[in-house]
């Protein structure tokens, strides 16, 4: 697993060098679009019932405003509406980089 060295906002963007010399640029409403949140993208009971993920899609304007590792492992991003609850793992925001 890669991890971060450099976290940084620049501009309308998250800018993240990995300890691979990697570095990855993140639009802030794609990410927060992306965010792997069960009130983004809903969870399912044991019998496969979705709840919740039906909220906006578009985050035209939202920014990041801040962020805090997680462990050895994730990221939460604070935004600009108030979301604050995904946890991003290095491994998701690099397949996020490469299926953009």
């Not at 979705?50 to 909220?55: D, E, L, R, S, V």
């Not at 985050?59 to 492992?73: C, L, M, P, S």
């Not at 604070?78 to 290095?90: E, I």
């Amino acid at each position: 697993m890669q991890t971060p060295v450099d976290i940084q906002l620049i501009g309308p963007e998250v800018a993240i060098r990995w300890d691979d010399g990697a570095e990855t640029y993140y639009a802030s409403d794609k990410l927060r679009a992306a965010s792997p949140s069960a009130e983004t993208q809903g969870e399912r009971d044991i019998f496969g019932h979705q709840y919740g993920g039906n909220g906006p899609r578009n985050f035209d304007g939202v920014q990041v405003t801040g962020w805090a590792q997680v462990g050895n492992y994730a990221i939460r991003f604070d935004f600009s509406d108030g979301h604050r609850t995904g946890l991003y793992s290095y491994d998701y925001l690099r397949k996020l980089a490469a299926d953009a």
